[in-house]
């Protein structure tokens, strides 16, 4: 912290002053539930591999994680919490019980939870234990444990080895610690410990029996069951045999065994995830139906075609078809400061065409578009099964959706489509009636497919065929950077019309994964991950197993904008696979699997949230949207297993690292081998289509080419063809948080040995700094419906009533003769009235104010103030331009993150995903008078969403002039739409 004298003398003034005023605390920004970490005390420590692979089996030994692997029984919310060790949870909503066990040996009682060694195994839906103690001699206890399939229930058998004496086991079932569930129990979301047995064993119950040799413990719902042995035994029986089969279906067979666990995985993830009709957001956190997101991928992926079409079938009934679009555009809803669409019949977007939020239910408004995802996914299974009867039958939603969307998104008719809350980081993401670039390619991806399907069942594909033209061209023309290679996030409708560069991932895989553009674009684009993208290195036990990436480079933090999910971290590796970029696809998703699965506390685990996510840590498991994704990731990425049906093919393009020589895959629909064999590689296929399908092997060669050899359409085929010769891949650079220079950037150190000359700029002063959030923000706003900004200026769509509390009352009670010193630099500023020369686009201020200034100076010292957000982020947010009496000029950008800051919060800064420029602005705390660097460290702020500053903050730049020309004028003038940045004294030298 820097202190004048005048700060020191005032201190007790400024804390009298702020008890008498009572500045309001600020009011946190975000999602308070998804931002809330319970990981606090984990981040950056040392990890270790907690699981390893033996065949099929996850296994530890002697490890410490409780009530982190789920068995799921039927498709209720029913299931069984496992641990470690043999201590575990019944879960039924509302009603939760803890299950643990006492080994009765020898006089003694043994908690087998705490014995002196356990093994632990997951694989195949069940949990099973071997556990041991020096006081049993070689004797060792046995544990296997299953969630019934046919009723809400458990089993578990016990076995018991070696014992001299007789041997009981006792069961204690009690209450849980925390019977407040928030997400389910789920980890990371939930209190660690919330399962744990309740203070006093409250309701307890026991049971106890004779457990030599084999035997059994049942529970009904979260009741102590009084099973006959038999039945036992045989409902034991009858759902290991079940389950086997079930992860039998997908199997992976590689020279890594941390991949070779991954099919029965996998599938039993998946069948936690089906709830009899339609797939879930989540198996445990969010388990309710939802018609988006990747979760409907499962399906087709994984085989399951009846599946896939009950949950097609579902949605398709709560598709709107009899509510007329009578509204026109603009719907925004004043009740919600204008930051989404109004919930009203009739309007645009809740109108014919719209899918609402759950199964057969069209008469139920929310506030996703969830009709991107759930299309897509009918058209994969398209891609899979070319069931002509069922196009028939499926056409009239997928014209209706693609009206929908066109009259919603591109009613302009550009080509270009908005995006409203379409993919799963859609939480605060918003693009103002701008083009963005990943629902752009959504309906490229429809619109292409549904000419296609036309063709098959005898209807007009031309429109669909321009549509899918014109949205093409428009992308490449627009959103696509030909000197960068890549596209950019978003094209902004409003004000000057600028392209967002700093693409975010989605922004990336959304195209190649839609096939909107070349090959060699899909290459290109992947390298904007390599170089712009941040990475994480995942080490465990000191070895590093390759790096994971956030999901943007992105500031201030907000949920969903910047994020380590995993979900997102597999749809890049599979989009890095379409690209024919094998290795670094592999490492990519290798990383994630150790990271979830291994390294993770929760074996072979689905999760949605990364260990390495600054804000929440390693949260959920079994999240819906990360099994669908890492379905295809794995089966049609690793393994390349790519139907095209509704032409009459599938592609094989194999994703294995160059070292692999050997592997071998088997699904419902396809089994094959791959094998190096000389200078050649061979594959036997068999394949199990509804229809045959001719094989077309892909092989990639590298910098996004590829050569083909055509099969046939057998049953059974070998396929053997040449190594082809390949480019070597280009390194990741694993370092891409790229700065720019301090000095131009105006955060050079002040040089307080010279001479200063404050600036008059009292004239122009246009309001006053604590005004900024207490405007209405109404005009100019996009014509057609869309995410905005609220009226109030700050928050987003999820939270369109935040606001944030700015009051520079106890500053002003430290200015001095109209004097405020920053870092020893001195401004001049006004005690009362306006302080402040705000400038926007919005219309409530100028886009820009000139001041005269004269002389010379090597110096222009810049005491501003105004917001900013995470979707002008990595852009010029505005420029203050010096200009000379000689015609010339300089210029100082202001970029969110590097220099510009938002007036009521603190960037979380950590060096991985969120970092910035070094050193930071001087910012002056609006509430005390303190000025910093680091707000973060003098303040003690912890959080990593909102990180609210006392009253707000101005800060202190240092803009460079040319010393030996003399000033006309400076000049500030804001670029970017949503922000107000404003400037409250300039200090020459």
């Known amino acids: 912290m820097i202190a004048n004298n005048r700060t020191l003398r005032t201190a007790t003034l400024a804390a009298l002053f702020l008890a008498a005023v009572g500045v309001p605390a600020q009011k946190r920004i975000g999602d308070f539930i998804e931002s809330r970490s319970y990981n606090d005390d984990k981040r950056g420590t040392e990890r270790s591999l907690q699981y390893r692979p033996d065949g099929r089996d996850f296994v530890s030994v002697n490890g410490k994680n409780e009530y982190t692997r789920a068995l799921y029984g039927g498709y209720t919310d029913y299931r069984i919490e496992t641990s470690d060790r043999p201590i575990f949870a019944i879960y039924k909503k509302r009603n939760y019980r803890n299950v643990r066990f006492r080994a009765i040996y020898d006089g003694r009682e043994y908690p087998l939870e705490a014995t002196e060694w356990c093994e632990a195994r997951y694989s195949e839906g069940s949990r099973r234990y071997v556990v041991k103690d020096k006081s049993w001699g070689n004797a060792a206890l046995y544990i296997d444990v299953v969630a019934l399939v046919d009723s809400e229930g458990a089993v578990w058998q016990f076995r018991a080895e070696g014992f001299a004496k007789p041997l009981k086991v006792k069961a204690l079932v009690c209450n849980i610690a925390d019977r407040r569930l928030r997400r389910n129990g789920d980890m990371g979301a939930d209190k ?60 992976f067979n590689t020279p890594d065994p941390f991949i070779n666990t991954l099919g029965g995985a996998l599938v039993m993830a998946a069948d936690g995830d089906w709830d009899g009709q339609t797939w879930l957001h989540g198996c445990i956190g969010w388990r309710m139906p939802l018609a988006g997101w990747r979760a409907g991928y499962l399906g087709d992926v994984l085989g399951w075609n009846d599946r896939a079409v009950s949950h097609f079938d579902a949605y398709a009934k709560s598709q709107v078809t ?79 959706h693609l009206e929908w969307e066109k009259r919603n998104f591109d009613p302009d008719n550009d080509g270009l489509y908005d995006a409203y809350c379409c993919i799963w980081a859609s939480d605060a993401l918003y693009y103002n009636g701008g083009s963005a670039t990943h629902s752009s390619a959504y309906n490229y991806r429809g619109n292409l497919l549904a000419a296609r399907i036309a063709e098959i069942i005898g209807e007009d594909a031309e ?61 290109r684009a992947t390298r904007y991950v390599d170089r712009n993208i941040p990475h994480i290195p ?7 197993y390759g790096s994971t990436i956030s999901t943007s480079n992105w500031l201030p933090y907000s949920w969903s904008i910047n994020n380590v999910a995993a979900a997102e971290v597999m749809h890049t590796a599979l989009a890095y696979y379409e690209a024919g970029r094998n290795e670094a696809a592999f490492m990519l998703m290798k990383a994630n699997i150790m990271d979830q699965m291994y390294i993770g506390q929760s074996p072979a685990n689905f999760g949605q949230v990364s260990f390495y996510d600054a804000a929440r840590g390693e949260c959920y498991r079994d999240f819906g949207d990360c099994i669908g994704i890492s379905a295809r990731t794995l089966l049609q990425g690793l393994f390349g297993i790519v139907p095209d049906a509704l032409n009459g093919r599938c592609f094989i393009r194999p994703g294995f690292p160059q070292s692999w020589d050997s592997a071998s895959v088997r699904t419902p629909y396809m089994e094959y081998s791959f094998k190096r064999s000389g200078d050649s ?92 959030y207490k405007n209405k923000y109404l005009s100019p706003r996009p014509p057609y419906t869309s995410l905005e900004l609220p009226t109030q200026g700050v928050g987003e769509w999820c939270h369109p009533d935040m606001t944030a509390d700015v009051n520079d009352s106890v500053f002003r009670t430290l200015i001095a003769d109209g004097e405020f010193s920053v870092a020893g630099v001195p401004f001049r500023t006004p005690a009362e009235g306006h302080n402040i020369a705000y400038t926007s686009l919005w219309d409530n201020y100028p886009d820009s104010i000139e001041i005269p200034v004269k002389g010379k100076a090597a110096s222009a010292y810049l005491l501003m103030a105004g917001s900013t957000n995470h979707m002008q982020s990595r852009i010029d947010n505005a420029l203050v ?109």
């Open 192 to 251: 660690p410990g919330c399962f744990a047995p309740a203070p006093n064993d409250d309701g307890l119950v026991t049971a106890e029996w004779d457990a030599s040799g084999e035997s059994y413990f049942t529970v009904s719902g979260v009741e102590i069951a009084k099973t006959p042995a038999a039945e036992a035994a045989a409902q034991f029986g009858a759902t290991k045999e079940r389950n086997r089969l079930m992860a039998a279906r997908v199997e």
């Open 322 to 400: 009899n509510v007329p679009p009578t509204i026109p555009h603009p719907s925004q809803d004043p009740g919600k400061n204008l930051a989404r669409a109004e919930k009203k019949w009739g309007t645009q977007m809740y109108s014919n065409g719209y899918i609402c939020r759950n199964p057969e239910r069209n008469d139920q408004m929310h506030h996703y578009d969830m009709n991107l995802n759930y299309i897509d996914e009918l058209l994969w299974h398209f891609s899979y099964d070319a069931d002509t009867a069922y196009m028939r039958k499926m056409w009239p939603v997928i014209k209706l």
């Open 463 to 523: 429109p669909y065929r321009a549509e899918a033209e014109r949205i093409l061209t428009a992308m490449n023309e627009r959103l696509w950077l030909a000197d960068k290679g890549h596209w950019v996030e978003y094209e902004d409708r409003m004000g000057l019309g600028r392209k967002h560069e700093s693409a975010a991932v989605w922004s990336i895989y959304t195209p190649i994964d839609c096939g909107a553009g070349s090959p060699e674009q899909f290459y």
């Open 538 to 544: 995942v080490i465990a036990d000191g070895k590093l």
């Open 681 to 772: 590689l061979v594959y036997d296929i068999t394949q199990n289509f509804t229809r045959p399908l001719c094989i077309v092997v892909r092989q990639n060669i590298g910098g996004g080419k590829y050569k083909e050899i055509t099969g046939t359409a057998e049953k059974h085929q070998v396929i053997k063809t040449p190594i082809p010769a390949m480019l070597i891949e280009p390194a990741i650079d694993e370092n891409v948080q790229h700065t720019v220079d301090p000095v131009a950037y105006g955060l050079a150190e002040p040089d307080t040995s010279g001479k200063f000359r404050k600036v008059n700029i009292d004239k122009f002063f246009n309001s006053e700094v604590d005004d900024i």
């Open 881 to 989: 331009i010096a200009e000379y009496k000689d015609g010339t000029s300089d210029t100082l950008h202001l970029v969110n993150p590097d220099n510009w800051c938002p007036i009521e919060q603190d960037y979380f800064v950590d060096g991985k995903a969120f970092y910035t420029t070094a050193p930071r602005p001087y910012r002056v705390a609006l509430g005390t008078g303190m000025v910093s660097r680091d707000f973060g460290a003098e303040l003690n702020i912890k959080e990593v969403y909102g990180r609210p500053i006392p009253g707000g903050a101005a800060q202190m730049l240092r803009m460079p002039l040319d010393g030996q020309k003399k000033l006309k004028s400076i000049k500030l003038r804001t670029l970017s739409n949503d922000v107000v940045v404003g400037l409250m004294g300039i200090t020459l030298q």
